[in-house]
């Protein structure tokens, strides 16, 4: 079955301005989460989505936002760049809690590059 | 607080086991993850444990002990192929919260 898959999988972007990154999970999977992954924070968890709903939320800024349609697609939106945003995002797909399946599988990612 | 530890680097040869710790304190805990993951590649998943003891799948065991907040991975029979970064996370409540350690990257030699 086909994976996870984020688009773009690389993005160059200015300061000040906004970024959408966009997560299509596995067939079948309800939850996505979203993950910063930067060498010296190592993966911070973002938000998770479930059934079009935000069930949990780290603790990043208001810039940082998402949504989810009800194909399960999901997309992550940050708006006002900073240099510090430069990282790979990642999204992980899966069942969610109503399935005793709670593996977790991960996008490629997206590396956001800020200048 | 939320903490989770493992050790930066290690290093071990082909054929031999290694074993890679994890403790953490986290606000809640719905269940313990190992991930890996090879450079400039997505975490794959390796296990899972929520009860106390050992999982086994294959090469890889992990173990799991809630009272002392402490896991370990053990990886038997090393290949060159798994030289990666091993994740230990922490899923905090309903919904895949996870919070992450800083990983282990491991060093395969021949």
């Known amino acids: 079955k086909a994976g996870v898959t984020q688009t773009p999988r690389y993005l160059i972007k200015t300061r000040g301005q906004q970024v959408t990154l966009s997560c299509s999970p596995i067939s079948g999977h309800r939850s996505v989460s979203w993950y910063q992954q930067t060498p010296g924070q190592g993966l911070q968890f973002l938000f998770e989505y479930f059934s079009e709903t935000q069930r949990n939320k780290g603790n990043f800024p208001g810039r940082f936002s998402g949504r989810q349609f009800s194909n399960s697609r999901s997309e992550m939106n940050v708006s006002t760049l900073e240099l510090g945003d430069s990282a790979l995002y990642l999204c992980a797909s899966s069942f969610g809690r109503d399935s005793m399946n709670t593996e977790a599988f991960f996008g490629q990612g997206t590396r956001l590059t800020v200048v | 607080g939320q903490n989770i530890d493992q050790p930066t680097e290690m290093t071990a040869t082909e054929g031999a086991i290694v074993q890679i710790n994890c403790t953490y304190q986290t606000s809640g805990f719905n269940g313990l993850f190992w991930y890996q993951q090879h450079a400039g590649e997505a975490p794959t998943f390796l296990s899972y444990n929520v009860l106390d003891g050992l999982e086994e799948k294959g090469r890889f065991s992990s173990f799991l002990s809630r009272s002392k907040g402490y896991s370990y991975l053990l990886l038997k029979e090393l290949q060159m192929k798994d030289s990666a970064s091993y994740l230990c996370?922490?899923?905090?409540?309903?919904?895949?919260?996870?919070?992450f350690g800083p990983g282990t990257r491991l060093s395969v030699l021949p």
């Open positions: 996370a922490v899923e905090q409540d309903y919904g895949q919260n996870f919070v």
